[in-house]
């Protein structure tokens, strides 16, 4: 990294639909950032909010994507994806706020890790930055993914470079090269669990990245999309959660760890029934059967590359679910999920 020209040119991605209230602090950090080899998009997804005028108004050298109608997060990223220069894609939600030496510290772990095919940042909450949001995704062998460290204090631990199962797609870097192979982000996902099902994807096809610690992004969480519960939050996190089975997982790890899928899948519906949100589970529950057909053609995609990666998909879930077991020893407990405690416990 001693001239320019050794240095990535790294494309800023930012879905946006209607979150004109939030891109502002956004810019304005990718703005500020230290590291002069980046570019911005940002792909509005049909707002009416103006968010287009204000992305002109504060990096008037953004390119801003517009689209006529809402392609979600993970729609909305491939567009950007294929309008993007960059050797490497950085995948941004429009309510974060980038530290000033965020995608500083990204090249210089591309620098020093060549061989590395995706970054997790470490990302912490808005309202409290003593907290963490995610230092990157686990995947478990319930067939769900966790972010690591969500919701917990920002301790040592995650200040340590480590192997990662994925990024969150809240913050992330992917190189070009692993989206080509990978087709990039399924489209009938929309939003949530897309950065999952990627990540499966990518650990299918050989790839592997990490995580770094020095990469800050600063997040609100749930601020354009209602929140966990919302009537169209629990339809999608239904839908995606079966579409992930479906699609992304081999019969013979769906097999072995049946038993535990079975409970997450149990715990999410109880929660919803607590919730009262019984309607919008069965909606997306039934969508995901409407899906079942082309989940099935996109399996076939994907099932010679299990075939060549032998157990190693395995192998990676196996570390991953150890590496998320390390927030749950008994004195680190604290504001963590119920059913995952009762996980590692018994499984």
């Known amino acids: 990294m001693n001239s320019m020209s050794n240095l990535p040119l790294i494309s800023v991605v930012i879905p946006n639909h209607n979150g004109g209230g939030y891109l502002k ?11 002069e080899r980046m570019e911005i998009i940002v792909v509005d ?17 953004a390119a801003v994507l517009r689209s006529n109608r809402n392609l979600g997060f ?38 020093n890790h060549p061989e590395a095919d995706f970054l997790a940042c470490r990302i912490k909450t808005s309202a409290d930055p003593g907290r963490l949001y995610s230092a990157g995704d686990c995947f478990l062998r319930a067939g769900i993914g966790y972010r690591r460290g969500q919701e917990q204090p920002d301790r040592e631990q995650f200040s340590r470079e480590c192997e990662i199962f994925a990024p969150s797609g809240c913050a992330g870097l992917y190189s070009r090269r692993a989206l080509l ?10 939003a949530y669990l897309e950065d999952v099902d990627l990540g499966l994807r990518l650990h299918a096809a050989g790839c592997g990245g990490l995580y770094v610690p020095g990469a800050v992004v600063y997040h609100r969480g749930a601020a354009t999309s209602g929140g966990e519960f919302s009537s169209l939050s629990v339809r999608l996190r239904t839908r995606n959660a079966l579409l992930l089975l479906f699609k992304s997982l081999p019969g013979k790890i769906i097999a072995r760890c049946l038993p535990m899928i079975l409970l997450a899948q149990a715990f999410w ?36 590359r299990w075939r060549e990666s032998g157990r190693s998909l395995w ?18 407990t604290e504001r963590v999920s119920l059913f995952l405690k009762c996980y590692f416990r018994w499984f």
């Open 25 to 35: 602090p956004c810019l304005e950090s990718l703005r500020g950032q230290t590291y």
């Open 45 to 61: 997804n049909a707002s009416a909010d103006g968010s287009a005028e204000i992305v002109r108004t504060i990096v008037p050298q």
């Open 74 to 111: 993970a729609g909305g990223v491939n567009r950007g994806i294929r309008a993007a220069r960059g050797d490497w894609i950085a995948v941004l939600n429009n309510d974060t706020e980038a530290a000033p030496d965020w995608l500083e510290e990204c090249a210089r772990a591309v620098s």
């Open 181 to 190: 192979k990978t087709d990039g982000f399924d489209e009938k996902f929309f």
């Open 269 to 304: 519906l109880a929660r919803v029934l607590v919730r009262m949100r019984l309607l919008s589970y069965l909606q997306g529950a039934a969508s995901a059967f409407l899906l079942f057909p082309a989940m099935m053609r996109a399996r076939a995609v994907i099932r010679p």
């Open 315 to 332: 192998t990676e879930i196996l570390k991953s679910e150890s590496l998320a077991r390390e927030d749950f020893v008994p004195e680190k």
